[in-house]
């Protein structure tokens, strides 16, 4: 083995670097564990380290999974919508249980399986999200065993994660697995499910969310700061959850809180520090899950969502016969509450999404001709997407991207 190893960058993690591509999903860190590292860089995102020297092999399987580098969607006979992707039903609801429904993102319903899947023995633990030890704005990868567990890693923050990086010795043990992370960390994890079998033997359900893009830490710190204190005087801090939409809360040292708006937090602050990979994300909407929860907003006559506190609601999308399997399952056993969705309604609920997808092939198209590299995207229905929005739309998206990357 020792003489096909390389001594300098992998090349998967070069071409990554040259086009900024990195989602921070860990999956190279997963594929060799001893030569790659995530760790925090400014601003404020989890990026792959390379201590050493990887493999010809490992090389090319970063290649072929990280979805820096592309995505391929096969939707089989699923219905396959160009803005949502290949699905089998939608729903909405919520965890019947009121703490967890309260503590929760939205309705908690992405947790309400997770206790399902525990409390059946279908799973042994949940890979999941939740707050870091040290530093209260930032994520660590959390193991939950049970319900309690799963209660307290609820809730979205909306920080760097790299899931996939803490994998490497539940796939070399024992034990059956729930997976929960960001769209391109499941995309990547099926990926990699093709190509090395363990995965599937360990990891038989994967769960995520819409995901409309990773802040830096460098976000979380501003909106600690906007709420008049310091990450240093702050104990625990909260992006949301505790009600529905819930706000940004920072304990400090003294026990007191302040708090924020999702309103302000999300919308004045945080989503101006996503990573440049989710502005150009062909999957927000979690493709390649069994299921993915987002938030079932209500929206205002002219179809934007109303961001007042109400209890929780999470639109619920099946994409595998598994998926639906488990969440039919999770409500015949009383865990969560479900009502059926109609999905005309859903470009009006999640307008973000719509946006971001409609304006996709412009803004790839204004890389492409700045000589920027893009990720390679099959089966996205990029083209269809585009479509729904007018010629005018798609020229100010494409001009909009070349005056962004030229001032970058
Ligand atoms: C970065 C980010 C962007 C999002 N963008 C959108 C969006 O555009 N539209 C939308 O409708 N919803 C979005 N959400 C998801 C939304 O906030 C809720 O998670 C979703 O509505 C499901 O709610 P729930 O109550 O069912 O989930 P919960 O029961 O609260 O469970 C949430 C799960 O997400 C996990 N999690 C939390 N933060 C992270 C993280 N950073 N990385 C990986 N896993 C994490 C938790 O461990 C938990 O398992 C986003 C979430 C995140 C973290
Ligand atoms: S996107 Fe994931 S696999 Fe690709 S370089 Fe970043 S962390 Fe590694
Ligand atoms: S927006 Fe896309 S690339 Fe960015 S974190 Fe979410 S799923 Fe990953």
Not at 91 to 109: E, F, I
Not at 190 to 196: K, Q, S, V, W
């Amino acid at each position: 083995m020792q003489n096909n190893i390389r001594s300098e960058s992998a090349r998967s993690l070069a071409r990554v670097e040259r086009g900024n591509l990195c989602s921070g999903c860990g999956a190279c860190a997963l594929i060799a564990p001893d030569k790659i590292k995530m760790e925090i860089q400014p601003p404020g995102y989890l990026r792959p380290c390379q201590t050493g020297g990887v493999t010809e092999e490992q090389d090319q399987m970063i290649a072929q999974v990280c979805p820096g580098l592309g995505q391929t969607v096969i939707a089989g006979d699923r219905p396959d919508d160009p803005l949502w992707g290949p699905y089998l039903e939608m729903h909405v609801g919520y965890a019947t249980d009121p703490a967890l429904r309260h503590t929760a993102s939205s309705g908690g319903a992405l947790s309400a399986v997770l206790v399902h899947l525990l409390k059946t023995g279908q799973v042994d633990a949940v890979v999941q999200t939740g707050a870091a030890a040290d530093v209260p704005n930032a994520n660590a990868a959390v193991l939950s065993r049970d319900e309690r567990a799963v209660f307290d890693a609820a809730g979205s923050r909306y920080a760097p994660s790299a899931p996939l990086a803490a994998l490497a010795p539940l796939l070399n043990g024992e034990g059956r697995f729930a997976f929960v992370g960001k769209p391109c960390d499941v995309a990547a994890l099926r990926a990699l499910a093709a190509r090395d079998p363990r995965i599937d033997d360990r990891i038989p359900v994967m769960l995520s969310f819409f995901c409309a893009g990773v802040p830096s830490l460098t976000g979380s710190a501003a909106v600690i700061e906007a709420l008049g204190t310091t990450l240093a005087d702050t104990r625990a801090f909260r992006y949301r959850g505790n009600g529905w939409p819930g706000r940004a809360t920072a304990t400090l040292n003294n026990g007191s809180t302040l708090s924020m708006s999702y309103h302000d937090s999300w919308g004045m602050i945080l989503s101006r520090h996503v990573q440049h990979r989710c502005k150009i994300c062909a999957d927000g909407t979690g493709t390649a899950a069994d299921i993915v929860c987002a938030d079932a907003w209500v929206s205002d006559a002219a179809g934007y969502p109303l961001f007042e506190e109400r209890d929780g609601i999470s639109l619920i999308v099946s994409r595998t016969e598994k998926g639906a399997a488990m969440l039919a399952a999770a409500a015949q056993a009383g865990e969560i509450q479900l009502e059926k969705f109609d999905t005309s309604n859903l470009a009006s609920i999640q307008p973000g999404q719509t946006v971001r997808r409609r304006a996709l092939l412009a803004r790839l198209l204004a890389l492409r001709c700045l000589g920027r590299a893009t990720p390679r995207y099959r089966g996205l229905h990029l083209v269809a997407a585009a479509r729904q929005n007018s010629p005018a739309r798609n020229m100010r998206n494409f001009w909009g991207m070349v005056r962004r990357s030229l001032t970058r």
